[in-house]
Each structure stands twice: as structure tokens, then as C-alpha cells.
């Protein structure tokens, strides 16, 4: 029973709808809103608490792109908390493949840098207790109906997962719709090294599917972003059955997984093999690298290399 969760990126999408199923259910006592703007997760705490009748919304400001702003805001976390929902992350948009002073390019320090900081801070000062969700996607299986190719790196060595984190990997051409799956793949697989590592908690990864109702696509390039939204989204992804839900499916996905016993520690949940929505099952049945510990442990060893 999870009564103190925090969530990031809470302000909107994924996060803000899971903080709202999670305060519907009778045992939770507070959801911390993790954000990176003060108006935004404002807001969107005066929104949650008129939806849900509850007063029981916190927030603590936070850029998961940067260590030491996280580093502040675990200093605010005083009371400990029973699971954490490292949401806030994506495509980012323009900015993906800058590099940022910790020498993740954007996209990897926003999904990845700040939430191994936020957990590592949060275990040493004794201030976690149940479990951590992270949200992967499909991206990292591929879709084959779709074209989007499984994550094939040719080792997952430290070597390799850290030139996917600095872009190198990618060559001068940086695609984040490309990238975005090998930096879900890297965090997926610190999670399940974490899994090991700390037996006594829960680390979980679910991906929400292809959810409707998030700032997602708005991060993508203009010709995509516009075929999703207006094409794939509403007419192509519904006709073909099992690629796409509300944004409330979606979110039930992340509070099953901190919440039912079903959802097992080291485990990397998402739809069936090449859907996007509908039941969730075990990535490891048919995406067997994720079995394998020495990349699970090469991929936290090269995330630390990030980290001063
Ligand atoms: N939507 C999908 O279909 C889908 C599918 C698979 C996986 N996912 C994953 O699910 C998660 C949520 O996705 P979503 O679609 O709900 O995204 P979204 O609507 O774009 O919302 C992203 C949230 O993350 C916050 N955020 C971004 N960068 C941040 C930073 N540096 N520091 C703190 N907060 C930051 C945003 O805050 P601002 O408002 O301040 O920008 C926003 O609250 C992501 O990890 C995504 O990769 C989504």
C-alpha cells in the first residue's frame, strides 16, 4: 500500500493524470508534484484538487536535465516516500541532442540524469521505501507494423551505452524519434540493475503504450507531429486495432504497476509484442537482451560516468 508517492513531471499528460488516479484511491495520504515550473505545477494542483475533492497535493521544483537542481530538491524531501514515478521525459523537442554540462545530451539527461539522482539521493538518505516506476516504451521492442526497428546495439557495453548518452553513437546526424528508444533502453536497463542491486525495493518499468492526451507529439518534428495528431492519432492507430488508448488507460498502467503485487521488481512491462496498447506482458519473453545482467550493470556503469 503506497500512501506517498512522488511523481515528475506532474504539471500535465501522463504525470498530472496519474497523480489524479492516485488520489482517488483511499490509501493515499500525499502526492508530491515534482515539476520544473512553479505556475505550471501551481496550476496544475489547483486543477487536481478541484477534480479529485483532495487537499493532499505537494510540490517540490525540480529540472530532471540538471544534477544539482535535483540535488536541492531532495534536500525538501524531509518525510520518507513510498514510490516514485520517474515520469517527466519524452522526446524533448529541438533540443535533444545538445550536450548539457553533465555531457548527456539533453534527451538522455531529462529521461535518464536526474531521476538516477533523485533514487540514489533518496536511498542514501533512507527516504525510500516501497518502489520506483519507470516508464519505457515500445520504442525499445519496435513495432514492427509501424517500422520502428527493435533497439540493436552491437555489445550494450559501458562504452556504447555512454556514446548513446553523450549522441556519439548517432554520428553527426542526431534523430531523437531514433534515440529516444536507445535512451529508454539504457534507463530500462539501470532499472533492472537496480532491481538487483536493492532487493528489498521495487523498481518497475511499464510503458504507458501509446497514450492519447499528452504534450508527447508536440515535441516531435512538424511533418510527424502533424501526421500523428492529425491523421494516425484520431483514424490510422484505432482501425488497426490495440495501438492506442486514453490517457487514463495509460495511467492506470503506472499506478498498477507501483500498486499491484502482479507487477514483479525487475521487470519491463508493455504491450504485446507489436501493439501498442491493450494487455501488458514481460519484454524479456521476446526482447531477450534485457535479460542479460552484465548490460543491465554496463548501462548503470556508464550513466555514473555522467555523474560527479
Ligand atoms: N505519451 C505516450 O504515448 C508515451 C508512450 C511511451 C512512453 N511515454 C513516456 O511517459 C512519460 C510521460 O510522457 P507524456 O506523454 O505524458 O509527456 P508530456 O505530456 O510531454 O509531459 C512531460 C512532462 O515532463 C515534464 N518535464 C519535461 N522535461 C522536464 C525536466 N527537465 N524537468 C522536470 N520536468 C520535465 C514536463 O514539464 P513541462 O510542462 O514543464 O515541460 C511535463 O510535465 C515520458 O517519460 C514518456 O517518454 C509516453
Given amino acids: 500500500m503506497n500512501e506517498s508517492i512522488l511523481i515528475t513531471g506532474a504539471n500535465i499528460g ?3 493524470e496519474t497523480a489524479r488516479l ?3 484511491k483511499q490509501e493515499t495520504k500525499k502526492v508530491i508534484l515534482f515539476c520544473r515550473n512553479q505556475a505550471k505545477a501551481e496550476a496544475a494542483k489547483k486543477d487536481l484538487e478541484e477534480q479529485t475533492g483532495k487537499k493532499i497535493f505537494e510540490i517540490i521544483i525540480g ?3 540538471d544534477a544539482n537542481s535535483v540535488r536541492k530538491a531532495v534536500e525538501k524531501i524531509k518525510e520518507p516516500i513510498d514510490a516514485v514515478i520517474l515520469n ?4 524533448v523537442g529541438k533540443m535533444a ?3 548539457t554540462p553533465s555531457g548527456m545530451n539533453e534527451l538522455a539527461a531529462t529521461n535518464i540524469l536526474g531521476h538516477v539522482i533523485l533514487v540514489e539521493e533518496l536511498i542514501k538518505h533512507d527516504r525510500l521505501k516501497k518502489a520506483v516506476l519507470y516508464p519505457s516504451a515500445e520504442a525499445v521492442p519496435g513495432v514492427k507494423m509501424l517500422g520502428m526497428k527493435p533497439v540493436a546495439m552491437k555489445t550494450s557495453s559501458a562504452d556504447e551505452f555512454a556514446a548513446v548518452l553523450d549522441g ?5 546526424k542526431f534523430d531523437a524519434v531514433q534515440a529516444y528508444g536507445y535512451v529508454k533502453y539504457a534507463a530500462t536497463m539501470w532499472m533492472l540493475s537496480m532491481a538487483r542491486k536493492y532487493p528489498e525495493l521495487k523498481f518497475v518499468v511499464v510503458s504507458p503504450g501509446n497514450t492519447k492526451g499528452t504534450l508527447a507529439p508536440d515535441n516531435l518534428p512538424p511533418a510527424m507531429k502533424f501526421m500523428l495528431k492529425n491523421f494516425m492519432m484520431p483514424v490510422v492507430f484505432p482501425l488497426m486495432g490495440g495501438m492506442v488508448h486514453e490517457l487514463e488507460v495509460g495511467a ?3 499506478v498498477d504497476g507501483i500498486s499491484d503485487d502482479q507487477y514483479k521488481s525487475g521487470v519491463f512491462y508493455a504491450s504485446k509484442e507489436g501493439k501498442l496498447s491493450g494487455d501488458v506482458v514481460d519484454q524479456s519473453t521476446f526482447f531477450t537482451a534485457l535479460k542479460n545482467t552484465a548490460f543491465q550493470d554496463n548501462a548503470d556503469k556508464a550513466i555514473h560516468r555522467f555523474i560527479k
Fill in 252 to 254: 492506470k498502467r503506472f
Fill in 22 to 24: 492516485l488520489a482517488l
Fill in 97 to 99: 541532442g545538445k550536450v
Fill in 168 to 172: 556519439s553513437y548517432f554520428g553527426n
Fill in 63 to 65: 529540472d530532471v536535465s
Fill in 88 to 91: 517527466a521525459g519524452g522526446m
Fill in 14 to 16: 501522463l504525470g498530472k
